[in-house]
């Protein structure tokens, strides 16, 4: 896709859309956010695909989603479609057995227990962006040498049934840096205790396989929405469980729409169909530069010319953003 020749190895960042409809406006900013960030330490781009919901993920999205990046002058160095690059494949449902690992090396440790409690169960595979509420696990299924109350030998028995894979989350706090937001402090016993690896349908969960993949494409930089802020401090968990090198995080501000929530497919004008055909890719680089706190007001750019005013110390650290002149694309 990209001419890659005398890239900076060191730097890889990437953009981990799911399949499940067309980007809006605040995908976009991450996309481009993400992009800016990885390409002003010259380094690569990955796009990868997140599909591990297979009811709701697409090939169509997929190819809307490229199309709609291409468009806006995104060229990915590695992923897509077309899995380019060394750490392939860079589609998540063809990654099972990497996850598979992932569990035996966890489950090897003995900080993972089966639960057949299914009501939460059914949430787990998606990411759990904070504006969609959380839910804290009761660790009804938590066996005694986790510290909980379910005899040994009846947790062992639930291996024999269909059953959901947890990680136990002992109490303390994960610290870690955001390169925009600063220092969190987050236990995780508290804010959503024991987590999901594997659902008892077989899915896998977003947290183990985001990790999983994350490490293994060599990402040292992952830049995303603020809502995924709670989420790294459950993957830095699982790096250090695994053994792999942290990266650096970056929440970035979430788009809102003008009633300050975040972007759904409801919001039509704001999904890439609507975008295009109001904007040219410039001028919707000058929407994204100027929300993201880049550009002082909204006038077209390009994404060179983004890439050299392009500073983390310039973005804007607000966690929502909204835009309320934005209630139809004219
Ligand atoms: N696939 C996730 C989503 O589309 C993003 C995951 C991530 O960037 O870590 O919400």
Known sequence: MCDTSGYNTQAIGR????????????????????WLSVKSRGGRWILRIEDLDPQRSRLEHVKLIEDDLLWLGLEWDEGGLDDLGP????????????????LRRLTSTGQTYPCTCTRADLLATQAPHQSDGRRVYTGSCRPLRLGGYLPDSESEARQRVPHTVRLYMPQGKIEFTDRLYGRQQVDLSKECGDFVLRRADGAWSYQLAVV?????????EVVRGHDLLLSAAQQIYLYRLLGYREPEFAHVP????????????????????????????????????????????????TLTRLLEVFSWERLRSVPIVTVPEYKGCK
């Open 15 to 34: 953009f981990a859309p799911s399949p499940t409809g067309r980007m809006h406006l605040g995908n976009i900013m991450t996309a481009v956010l993400s």
């Open 212 to 220: 999983v993949d994350d490490a293994m494409m060599g990402v040292t």
């Open 87 to 102: 750490s392939g494949p860079y589609t998540q449902s063809r990654r099972y057995n990497y996850y598979e690992e992932a």
């Open 254 to 301: 979430l788009v809102c729409n003008s009633e300050g929530r975040r972007l759904s497919k409801r919001d039509a004008s704001l999904s890439m169909e609507s975008l295009r055909r109001a904007y040219t890719p410039e001028q919707l680089l000058g929407i994204v530069g100027s929300l993201a706190g880049l550009c002082t007001d909204y006038s077209p750019i």
